[in-house]
């Protein structure tokens, strides 16, 4: 999600348009793609399964990878007329990888930690011979002539990709919806935003269509979409995931990260984030000859050895009163389980001063030719934003997370209706409807990880999830204090309505 006067595809230089035609697949059945009936297909459990859970049964045999890609494609084809989630489809190429992997096992071999697993990805990744749009119309015939280096880690970890899931336009927005591929929809209230960006990433994952997932965040594209749909979501410390193969059509493909913004997965629960972190995570080329990245362990190895710090609320962008409740709720349960909990500890700064800084830097990261931040005050506002840093580690000393949230509401209506006359109701007030990328940016600005996890449901039904920050390169720390949370309190739960 990112403000809507600037996009990306303006700060970055436009290389020229591909010369391929696109290769979207239609959206027919695949012949003979209905899965055969394993034990857990008709009840829809394999579709709600972990990633690391699936891969488990892949190698103990006790089911083919292409028997689970047609399950997969089967749901796909079952339940996504009404989602619109998996945009961009690839099939027949899922179902050859299948194959090879499942010829692979046979033979005694692995194709690694993913061996056999279909998954589906956000569409703004390069995979050769699929359009990567972002939504954009005059990019519609555009084609990928690379991998991103996630896709290719992914591959290279053994895993295959059914296609690619929905974004908002230049992905730009907390819903996904566009001109190419239409509206994507919430599995819980198909009335209600998925998020955004990476909103048919987390439709696809809540709704067992997908093994697995990654996004992307800038201003909480991954985190916002994972608390709507009830996911699990991380934003990774800058610069530890590659974002190259991660940028608008025709753009060149940078080798050096922009500020701000990095790429992550999204999982049914926390120890696949874990899985899928260790299998993005290492430096791109320029740095790959002598950058090695050996990320700490968690701090913790239970929830009674936690250190956790609330932020529930905040005046400069009020949350509604049942999340705020959540937040102290959630610190009430950890402190019962022997957590050390405080409601009041902050880092030296206000939310005030943080989001006045983020504005203006995400501004510059994203500015259209004219629009660009002059250097010597992205200069000055990068030094104040380096004494945030440092603020941030000093309160990491005593405080293992911070918990808050990660957006103001729940899951809010679709609406498709011009950006600048936007409200967002919080508690029956009307606010504007881009205040609450406040949350985000708390870990966005001074390159924080952040893992969003399922807390339950709101009043109305729908998921609440909340964000646990933690220190600069502490991945490790928030996707584990994740795994423990659904280990006392409980984790994903299906939206319902998807089972069979």
């Not at 009335?191 to 990476?198: C, D, H, L």
């Not at 059509?249 to 992550?264: F, K, R, Y």
């Amino acid at each position: 999600m990112s403000l809507p006067a600037t996009t990306r595809r303006q700060f970055l230089h436009r290389a020229g348009a591909l010369a391929a035609s696109a290769a979207l697949l239609p959206r027919q059945p695949v012949a003979g793609a209905q899965p055969r009936t394993h034990p857990a297909a008709d009840s829809g459990e394999l579709g709600f399964e972990p990633a690391v859970d699936l891969v488990a049964r892949l190698r103990r045999k006790e089911i083919g990878s292409e028997e689970l890609t047609r399950y997969f494609i089967g749901r796909i084809e079952r339940y996504d007329e009404k989602l619109n989630a998996v945009v961009v489809r690839d099939f027949e190429r899922a179902l050859e990888a299948a194959r090879t992997a499942d010829t692979a096992l046979a033979r005694g071999e692995s194709l690694g930690p993913l061996h056999g697993l279909p998954m589906t990805i956000k569409e703004s990744f390069d995979i050769v011979g699929l359009p990567t749009t972002w939504g954009r119309p005059d990019a519609a015939k555009s084609v990928a002539r690379a991998d991103a280096v996630v896709v290719e880690r992914f591959a290279r970890a053994g895993a295959h990709f059914l296609g690619k899931t929905n974004v908002p336009r230049d992905l730009a927005d907390f819903q996904s919806y566009n001109e190419v591929y239409g509206t994507t929809r919430n599995p819980w209230d198909p009335a209600r935003t998925p998020g955004g960006s990476s909103g048919g990433s987390a439709v696809a994952l809540a709704a067992g269509m997908t093994g697995l997932e990654s996004g992307s965040d800038i201003g909480g594209s991954i985190r916002n979409p994972a608390h709507y749909c009830g996911v699990y979501g991380h934003k990774p410390t800058l610069g530890i995931v590659p974002t190259r193969g991660h940028q608008p059509p025709g753009a060149p493909a940078l080798a050096q990260d922009p500020d701000l913004a990095v790429v992550g997965p999204l999982a049914r629960s926390a120890q696949d984030l874990a899985l899928a972190l260790e299998v993005l995570a290492g430096p791109d080329v320029l740095r790959s000859p002598g950058w090695r990245l050996e990320l700490p362990p968690p701090r913790m190895t239970s929830v009674s050895a936690l250190r956790v710090a609330l932020w529930p609320d905040d005046p400069t962008a009020p949350v509604a009163t049942e999340i705020a409740d959540r937040v102290a709720e959630f610190g009430q349960r950890l402190s019962g389980l022997g957590a050390k909990v405080s409601d009041s500890a902050r880092p030296a700064f206000s939310g005030r001063q943080s989001h006045d800084l983020y504005l203006p830097l995400l501004g510059a990261t994203m500015a259209g030719p004219g629009a660009e931040l002059p250097f010597g005050q992205w200069v000055a506002l990068n030094g104040r934003r380096t004494r945030l840093r440092m603020q941030w580690q000093e309160f990491f000393r005593d405080w293992d997370v911070l918990i808050c949230p990660i957006t103001t509401t729940a899951a809010f209506p679709l609406d498709e209706g011009p950006r600048e006359s936007r409200t967002l109701e919080v508690d029956g007030e009307e606010r504007s409807y881009f205040e609450q990328i406040f949350w985000a940016g708390l870990a966005t600005l001074s390159y924080l990880p952040s893992t969003v996890f399922p807390t339950g449901l709101s009043e109305q039904g729908l998921p609440i999830g909340l964000q646990a920050i933690g220190a600069e390169l502490d991945d490790r720390t928030t996707i584990e204090l994740a795994r423990l949370v659904a280990l006392e309190l409980g984790g994903f739960t299906p939206p319902p309505g998807y089972g069979g």
